[in-house]
């Protein structure tokens, strides 16, 4: 391939210590496009659906898409595909920042992973070159002592990625980080990386990529940052950062607070935007050729945490850190978050299984005996901090929460398995679906699991924004399950999951058309990509998804949601009374699947959708 890709795969074998360098089959570019899809690609042909998580046969896929590290608006993502240990199922994680990019500088597309190392190593990539460098020194570390001694050790500027104490504990959903604050966040690719004793990766380099036709590139691209520059997602998301929607889902009842108990959180004003921007804000923070700094540049001003510093939180982790463990004080969530990203952990997953934990000693399931002298109370700010920590460690208490909710509930019993609230094993996202009933379709057909930016149905329904990637997102009323409406989830699952594969932000999809995204596609490789082909190759890439979680044994069975969501009305506030009931919840399935064109009975793609999607000499394996 000539432009746009480096064409160039590094395989690493971490059991032999040996690097090959391989090209990408050109029809698999074509048919995945790069970033998640091309790494699902080779997760499909090379890791058996029976493999250990964290064994040495499963394999750690970095990818890039086409479009990441060009000058189109926010192209710095690349994703990490392997099977997780978090869920068992296809497990995938999404990052921005700079890392992207500089996987290409430094002269790949991607990295494959494999067999694992007897003692801890870093990879360093410095223009094509590279090495498997001893990393004893660096167990133990945070991610920011990580980078920090690995920067000063190079002469070279160069930008990494790594793991903290999270990774090498194996705490299931700990994170992959770069750029010290960014995370790799969701499914646990931390935790595989941990069992590879892989602590980090350094690239540096100066490689360039061609463009089939820069001139027409260069246009469309200018076309596109312009347009946003004067956008109100611009103006919203610099002013106030992802945390600008949590006045927006309280109000409407889908807030999840003390562990999804209710949806209203009465202390909204403490934790919502704008006290995050007058407590600990100090700049906003974009992503490599990113025109909307959305990243939230913090520093604790006051308090036992003074001083402290780094990103966020975000929307998710303000809540999960706050509201969902009954936790108002904004500085000590701020800390929370710190934590996780030093240590390596998933924000989400982090709070909602302490606040799983926390609703478990309120029921009496966990006993102060079998949390080590903890009283595990709701609204307890250092309480969450220092669970935090001994998850990190997995010391004490903090060896059955790192395990996540899911696997806690099978542990623990006593019904607790009502109130964990996961789907497929990865925690919720904080958007209550009981106050916009189609987010819970799509956290149940989400193929990594409980998950709300494969679709992010939650911006037609909770945010009233709409996505123009798609025809039509609109939803006409949160509270009735409309089964016609399952085709905007199919449409976005669609949509969103090829930006996943070219390595673009899944905010630009609400204000920038696909038509934007096959003009820079075709310039920058010299395709000739319709809207039609684009959508189609992200229906590839989630039937493909779902294929392998198929053969890990997953069906339609497995499509549900928590007890809580289907038999415990909302107490208060504008959902008051809603549930989402079974009968309602397999209604919907039905329709989506219709959509899909699957099985009804298995909820799975079968013969002929592959057939139809050109994936047909896959269904034997």
């Known amino acids: 391939m000539k432009y746009g890709f480096m064409d160039k795969i590094l395989r690493v074998n971490l059991t032999s210590r040996t690097t090959a360098i391989e090209k990408i089959p050109e029809q698999w570019a074509k048919d995945y496009l790069g970033g998640a899809g091309l790494a699902t690609k080779y997760l499909f042909e090379e890791v058996p659906a029976d493999t250990d998580p964290l064994g040495p046969d499963n394999k750690l896929i970095f990818m890039t898409g086409p479009l990441t590290g060009t000058s189109s608006a926010s192209a710095s993502r690349y994703s990490v595909v392997a099977k997780s240990p978090l869920t068992g199922l296809w497990g995938h994680g999404n990052s921005g920042g700079s890392f992207g990019p500089a996987m290409k500088r430094a002269g790949f597309d991607g990295f494959i992973i494999e067999g694992s190392s007897a003692v801890p190593v870093y990879l360093e990539i410095l223009d094509g070159d590279v090495k498997l460098l001893p990393a004893k020194n660096l167990w133990g570390k945070t991610v920011p002592e990580t980078e920090d001694i690995l920067e000063e050790m190079s002469d070279h500027k160069v930008t990494i990625a790594s793991i903290g104490p999270g990774g090498e504990n194996l705490v299931r959903y700990a994170a992959i980080m770069n750029n010290k604050h960014r995370a790799v966040g969701r499914t646990g690719m931390g935790a595989v990386m941990g069992s590879k004793k892989l602590k980090a990766i350094v690239c540096a380099g100066k490689t360039k990529f061609d463009i089939a036709d820069p001139d027409g590139f260069k246009i469309t691209a200018r076309r596109q940052i312009d347009f946003l520059d004067e956008s109100m997602l611009k103006v919203g998301f610099e002013a106030f950062g992802t945390n600008m929607v949590s006045d927006m889902v309280n109000a409407r009842g889908g807030y999840p607070t003390r562990n999804w108990q209710t949806g209203v959180f009465d202390d909204i004003e403490k934790v919502n935007s704008e006290a995050l921007t007058d407590k600990v804000l100090d700049q906003g923070v974009s992503c490599f050729a990113c025109p909307i700094a959305c990243g939230r540049g913090t520093t604790i001003k006051e308090g036992k945490y003074a001083g402290k510093t780094g990103e966020g939180p975000e929307y998710e982790s303000a809540n999960t850190l706050g509201a969902l463990c009954g936790v108002s004080d904004m500085n000590a969530i701020t800390m929370a978050n710190y934590l996780c990203n030093e240590n390596g952990l998933d924000t989400i997953s982090t709070g909602s299984t302490i606040a799983f934990a926390l609703e478990c000693y309120e029921k009496g399931i966990l006993t102060k005996e079998m949390t080590h002298g903890l009283e595990l109370e709701f609204g307890n700010a250092d309480l969450v901090i220092d669970l935090v920590k001994k998850i990190a460690k997995r010391e004490g208490i903090g060896d059955l929460l790192a395990e996540g909710s899911r696997i806690a509930a099978q542990k623990l019993g006593k019904n607790s398995s009502h109130f964990a609230m996961n789907v497929k094993g990865m925690e919720l996202p904080a958007y209550d679906p009981r106050a916009a009933k189609i987010c819970g379709l799509g956290y149940v057909t989400a193929n990594r699991g409980g998950d709300h930016i494969t679709a992010f149905i939650e911006g037609p329904t909770f945010i009233d924004s709409p996505f123009v990637l798609v025809d039509d997102?609109?939803?006409?009323?949160?509270?009735?399950?409309?089964?016609?409406?399952?085709?905007?989830?199919?449409?976005?699952?669609?949509?969103?999951?090829?930006?996943?594969?070219?390595?673009?932000?899944?905010?630009?999809?609400?204000?920038?058309?696909?038509?934007?995204?096959?003009?820079?596609?075709?310039?920058?490789?010299?395709?000739?990509?319709?809207?039609?082909?684009?959508?189609?190759?992200?229906?590839?890439?989630?039937?493909?998804?779902?294929?392998?979680?198929?053969?890990?044994?997953?069906?339609?069975?497995?499509?549900?949601?928590?007890?809580?969501?289907?038999?415990?009305?909302?107490?208060?506030?504008?959902?008051?009374?809603?549930?989402?009931?079974?009968?309602?919840?397999e209604m919907m399935k039905d329709a989506y699947y219709e959509f899909r064109g699957w099985d009804k009975t298995t909820g799975n793609p079968g013969p002929d959708k592959l057939l139809t999607l050109g994936i047909q000499e896959n269904i034997a394996k």
């Open 473 to 585: 997102s609109k939803i006409k009323d949160p509270f009735v399950a409309d089964p016609k409406e399952t085709k905007v989830v199919v449409d976005l699952e669609n949509a969103l999951t090829a930006f996943d594969a070219i390595g673009a932000c899944k905010f630009m999809g609400m204000l920038l058309p696909a038509s934007d995204y096959t003009e820079l596609i075709n310039t920058a490789l010299g395709w000739d990509m319709d809207v039609d082909d684009f959508r189609r190759c992200g229906e590839r890439i989630y039937n493909l998804a779902r294929l392998y979680n198929a053969k890990t044994g997953m069906d339609r069975t497995h499509d549900s949601l928590p007890g809580r969501l289907m038999k415990d009305p909302l107490p208060e506030g504008p959902a008051k009374g809603m549930i989402i009931d079974e009968e309602t919840l």
